[in-house]
């Protein structure tokens, strides 16, 4: 089955040790985003890339960066996590050309920060 | 500044009965709309969409209402199943901005046998 595909699901990291989250996609679509979402709160979009465009949202702390090095993959770099960096992280794709605007989301990643 | 918003964080529902979601924007140049439904341990899932041009769209048991004018969009569940319990989001976009979406902060629906 095509789908988006987040490793690890759980993560735990030290405050400041870099970490990177992976995300994979056998849909082939061309847009690739990354969410953060903290519990009880709205999923808030950090950047996407639309195929090789990166596209960063004004808010997005400099902490997170991304790469996409491929279609299929997109990288979720975070530099020197602090507490307040603990999160459900979400990856999400879309195939902008057609005619539904649909994002397909993968099961995220529990980021833990101690 | 919360363009989209859900405010009823939990809503509890007889099985069989109708559930109504609700969900207010606050942008009214959103080009389109979605519910998506969320299990514990997943990632959201794509219900149901509308246009910004239309007032109604219609899925099986799940229908998405848009009243443009109230900045306000509504989804019902009819008939309520056990298994619809799950967190439902709502979320808004527009076409020119790489379909980036707005996500509300969800609602917790709860379907009792």
């Known amino acids: 089955d095509a789908m988006v595909i987040q490793n690890p699901r759980y993560q735990v990291t030290q405050f400041g040790k870099p970490v990177t989250l992976s995300c994979s996609q056998t849909?082939?679509?061309?847009?690739m985003y990354w969410y953060q979402q903290k519990s009880s709160q709205a999923p808030k979009l950090l950047f996407h890339y639309y195929d090789k465009d990166f596209n960063n949202e004004a808010d997005t702390p400099d902490n997170f960066q991304s790469r996409r090095p491929n279609t299929s993959f997109c990288f979720l770099d975070i530099r020197s996590p602090g507490l307040g960096d603990a999160a459900m992280y979400l990856c999400?794709?879309?195939?902008?050309?057609?005619?539904?605007?649909?994002?397909?989301f993968g099961p995220g990643t529990r980021l833990t920060v101690t | 500044d919360q363009q989209v918003k859900q405010n009823s964080p939990s809503l509890s529902v007889q099985e069989g009965r109708i559930s109504i979601l609700n969900c207010d924007y606050t942008?009214?140049?959103?080009?389109?709309f979605l519910w998506y439904k969320k299990y514990p341990a997943e990632g959201p899932t794509f219900l149901i969409s509308i246009s910004s041009i239309k007032d109604k769209n219609e899925d099986g048991r799940f229908t998405v209402f848009l009243n443009k004018s109230a900045k306000h969009l509504s989804l019902h569940i009819v008939p309520s199943q056990p298994g619809d319990s799950a967190v439902y989001f709502c979320a808004a976009g527009f076409y020119n901005q790489g379909g980036k979406l707005i996500f509300g902060q969800g609602t917790e629906l709860s379907v009792k046998p």
């Open positions: 999400a794709t879309s195939f902008l050309a057609s005619l539904s605007y649909e994002q397909y």
């Open positions: 942008n009214s140049m959103f080009d389109y």
């Open positions: 849909l082939n679509h061309n847009v």
